[in-house]
Nanobody
Framework: VQLQASGGGLVQPGGSLRLSCATS????????MGWYRQAPGKQRELVAT???????VYADSVKGRFSIFRDKAENTVYLEMNSLKPEDTAVFYC?????????WGQGTQVTVSS
């Protein structure tokens, strides 16, 4: 497994979760890392990405609530999710994009419900 995602779960509206995606150093150092999500009956959509230089991009729906960051020492990218809403419920996927590879991790379920 080249991308190992974890951290999903069940949380109440307004709650927080942190997703993690660990990979190898060779992938981490050269890849734009990102998180995507797919809700039931919907297409997979971008949530957030972070370049090797730390530039970030967020979907409008998560701006101000989610934060993506990289830990070089751990070769891990995190997605900090705050103020979660029921509409955030989805399977979240980690992605690593390099000039030659487009890698996906296994999904991790995030359910926001009371």
């Amino acid at each position: 497994v080249q991308l190992q995602a974890s951290g999903g779960g069940l949380v109440q509206p307004g709650g927080s979760l942190r997703l993690s995606c660990a990979t190898s150093g060779s992938i981490f150092s050269s890849a734009r890392m990102g998180w995507y999500r797919q809700a039931p009956g919907k297409q997979r959509e971008l949530v957030a990405t972070i370049s090797t230089s730390g530039n970030t991009v967020y979907a409008d729906s998560v701006k101000g609530r989610f934060s993506i960051f990289r830990d070089k020492a751990e070769n891990t990218v995190y997605l900090e999710m705050n103020s979660l809403k029921p509409e955030d419920t989805a399977v979240f996927y980690c992605n690593a994009l390099t000039t030659s590879r487009n890698l996906w991790g296994q999904g991790t379920q995030v359910t926001v419900s009371s």
